[in-house]
Nanobody, 115 residues
Framework: VKLVESGGGQVQAGGSLRLSCAAS????????MRWYRRAPGGQFEEVAL????????QYRNSVRDRFTISRDDGKNTVDLQMNNLQVEDTARYYC?????????WGRGIEVTVSA
C-alpha cells in the first residue's frame, strides 16, 4: 500500500490550496480515507474523512465550512480542497487509508499559511 500526498506549499491567510492523495495497492472506495494534520509541536488532528456508502463525509469543526474532501474513484485519489486558509491551519497533512488490515499512512506534506 502506498499513499502519496501532493499539492502542499505556502500561502497567505485567506488563500486556497488543494491537496491530493494518490493511492496504490488499495481501492480508495473500499477504505475510510482520512486527512490528518500535525502542527509544529502539536498532536495529530483528524481533519476530514470520506467513506462509502454514499461518500459520507465528516469534518472537524474548525474546518467544516472551509475544507472539502472528495474522492475520484477513476483516478483512485482523495483530495482536500482548503479555502480561506488561516495561520492556525499550518501543519503537516497526512492522508490515511483505514482498512480491516489496518490503517496506512502517507509521508505527509507541508502546508504553511502566513499572516
Amino acid at each position: 500500500v502506498k499513499l502519496v500526498e501532493s499539492g502542499g506549499g505556502q500561502v497567505q491567510a485567506g488563500g486556497s490550496l488543494r491537496l491530493s492523495c494518490a493511492a496504490s495497492g488499495i481501492i480508495v472506495s473500499r477504505a475510510v480515507m482520512r486527512w490528518y494534520r500535525r502542527a509544529p509541536g502539536g498532536q495529530f488532528e483528524e481533519v476530514a474523512l470520506i467513506r462509502t456508502p454514499g461518500e459520507t463525509t465528516q469534518y472537524r469543526n474548525s474546518v467544516r465550512d472551509r475544507f472539502t474532501i472528495s474522492r475520484d474513484d477513476g483516478k483512485n485519489t482523495v483530495d482536500l480542497q482548503m479555502n480561506n486558509l488561516q495561520v492556525e491551519d499550518t501543519a503537516r497533512y497526512y492522508c490515511t487509508a483505514d482498512m480491516k488490515a489496518g490503517e496506512y499512512w502517507g509521508r505527509g506534506i507541508e502546508v504553511t499559511v502566513s499572516a
